[in-house]
């Protein structure tokens, strides 16, 4: 494959720190390269070297005459005053973008439900990265640099751009370097892996899952290495008096061997433990919403959702942005109350909520972490054990020179690890993460998913991390079009049905011709119609009924499973309930049935 660019013994340095020691890379076409590594430790100046807005200190940087690049940065350089589609396609006239059908399908795919003609300053910030990306995407260019591209993105967005850059880069064109911590979109989009830290960028064959198989096994062998190395020591030492001799083999990477030593490795989470040791802090009770419904205008976010939320569940929800998922957490939480329908929370129960801002540390930005610390308790149970408040740090990924800095100092990864921690650090019972991963390096994100494996309460997590959500939670739950949705299969499931929505409302359009014959029909029976618009209205709030129920019996059946084999009451109750859902909904199928039989007449 032919060169395209790199660089050859690099030296970067800024005032604080070096970047980079001596570094030597390169990119060949057809090259999807994920760049993952601790914050701060160069990622983003990696990129600038490639695309020539950083400079080395020493070394150079390689290019090819003639290869093109296009670089997307973490913070946006769009032109609030003007026009989405002058900030896309600048002044190009529009017969020229408009015939090219790879634009074209960037456009709709990336915005195509954004105003072409409304300002950039009136966008959130999802919808700014969605029109920086198709700026970036529909260049003429060999290389893509792209800088946290997945960032305020949703699920469908994300699903949509991986998509797109595979197809792009199948021919074994142009190239790809991109620097994320969605691990999901690594595996998906990458072919190599570069990990930067301590100076250098260390190059792993394959996407997110082979990099960590290598990166545990080069730990192995550096174990190993150092063992041996400890081992030759005392031979020396035994040479000196006797004259042994030492030989030591080179160390050689296994797949094999690291996938054998995954498989050793017990299970994420203990989920009956911590089940029984939420049920200890809880009770039998968390949160039940009860057919609960909620407008804003003519704007329905929420129709007759039901969801019954138990001790140690742990559910993730998605839905895309303006979904509803907001208002359902916090009618879950008590502070909003359903305009229909009822919440039933239990006594016992304690909210924690990690929201995606850090207001909550505003009032404790002049103090130290240390003294934050001297505030909370000496000792806490975590995963059965005690651990103080500084081991508990420690997990996360903070050292003791961490301790002695005040928290405004603190990176926004590491406000947020802090944010966490005195959540955690209150005893809650029932925990809502809300992106809990924003600002966080893969490395850390982990460090927290470990830390959440052990802890015994109900969590709900919104995330557009499906990595992370399929990782901590059970259950995923989806609102789409008001409608709260289970997904056993997780966002896969949540993508289809999606695509089978989006299918319903395009068939729509093509059935309205269909009414007039319908209207037809209902004049022969003899009905007023009047009288067809209440049996129909009717009909419809039957059917509701019989999808609420059968919702309660699904869950019914989904709790029946969890429940101790050896507790026959318990059983017992279970059954019973499960057999009242059952005539619950055979009487609801017999009423509709009944209005039908009218309707036909």
């Known amino acids: 494959m032919a060169f395209l660019f790199g660089c050859e013994n690099v030296h970067l340095e800024y005032p604080t720190k070096v970047i980079f020691e001596s570094l030597s890379l390169g990119v060949d076409d057809g090259d999807c390269v994920g760049v993952v ?55 190009t006239p529009e017969y020229e973008w408009a015939s090219d059908a790879r634009i074209r399908d960037i456009i709709d795919g990336m915005i195509g439900d954004l105003d072409w003609d409304a300002e950039v300053g009136t966008l959130s910030g999802g919808q700014r990265r969605r029109v920086d990306l198709a700026r970036v995407l529909i260049a003429d260019a ?51 892996m570069w990990e930067v830290h301590d100076g250098i960028a260390e190059p792993f064959e394959g996407g997110y899952s082979a990099y960590i198989l290598q990166r545990v096994e080069r730990q192995r062998q550096a174990e190993v290495a150092e063992q041996k190395r400890q081992n030759l020591i005392r031979r020396e030492l035994a040479f000196l008096s006797r004259g042994a001799r030492a030989r030591s083999s080179k160390p050689r990477f296994h797949v094999e061997t690291a996938r054998a030593l995954i498989a050793e490795e017990p299970p994420l989470r203990n989920t009956t433990e911590l089940k029984r040791a939420a049920i200890s802090r809880l009770g039998k009770k968390c949160v039940d919403v009860i057919d609960a419904s909620f407008s804003y205008g003519q704007n329905k976010v929420l129709d007759d959702v039901t969801w019954m939320i138990g001790p140690g569940d742990r559910y993730g929800l998605l839905g895309a942005n303006g979904a509803g998922k907001s208002t359902l957490l916090d009618i879950v939480q008590g502070k909003l109350r359903p305009q229909a329908g009822r919440v039933k929370i239990g006594k016992t129960v304690k909210f924690a909520f990690l929201s995606q801002k850090l207001e909550e540390l505003e009032k404790l930005k002049g103090d130290r972490v240390r003294e934050v610390l001297s505030r909370y308790s000496a000792r806490y149970m975590i995963d059965g054990k005690e651990v103080s408040p500084a081991q508990l740090l420690e997990q996360l990924g903070f050292t003791n020179a961490h301790l002695n800095m005040p928290v405004e100092t603190l990176s926004g990864g590491q406000k947020r690890r802090l944010q966490l921690m005195l959540i955690l650090l209150d005893s809650p019972n029932v925990l809502i993460l809300d992106e809990p991963s924003n600002d966080l390096d893969t490395d850390m994100t982990v460090a927290m998913e470990n830390l959440l494996d052990t802890w015994p309460g109900t969590l709900i997590v919104v995330s557009h991390d499906r990595y992370l959500m399929e990782r901590v939670t059970d259950d995923q739950f989806a609102l789409i079009n008001g409608k709260l949705t289970h997904c056993p299969r997780g966002v896969d499931e949540y993508l289809e ?72 009451q318990a059983l017992g109750e279970a059954q019973a309930g499960i057999h009242e859902l059952e005539q619950r909904i055979e009487s609801l199928e017999e009423e509709w049935l009944l209005v039908a039989e009218q309707m036909e007449g």
């Open 142 to 192: 060999d290389v893509l640099l792209l800088d946290e591209p997945t960032n305020h993105l949703d699920v469908v967005a994300i699903n949509w751009l991986a998509k797109h850059l595979k197809k792009r880069f199948s021919r074994g064109a142009g190239a790809l370097v991109v620097v994320t911590h969605d691990r999901w979109f690594l595996d998906e989009v990458c072919l190599r």
């Open 497 to 568: 049905l999606l695509e089978e929505d989006r299918r319903a409302q395009s068939d729509k359009t093509s059935n309205a011709s269909k009414q007039g014959s319908a209207a037809q029909s209902q004049a022969q029976s003899g009905l007023s119609a009047a009288e067809v618009r209440e049996l129909k209205k009717q009909a419809r709030s039957i059917e509701n009924k019989m999808k609420t129920q059968e919702k309660k019996l699904a869950q019914a059946k989904e709790d029946l499973l969890k429940v101790d084999p050896y507790d026959y």
């Open 37 to 91: 590594g601790r914050n701060g430790d160069g990622k983003s100046s990696l990129l600038g070297l490639f695309d020539g807005t950083v400079e080395p200190d020493d070394g150079r940087v390689l290019r090819t005459g003639g290869v093109r690049f296009a670089s997307l940065r973490q913070v946006d350089e769009l032109d609030d005053a003007k026009s989405i589609g002058w900030n896309v396609v600048g002044d």
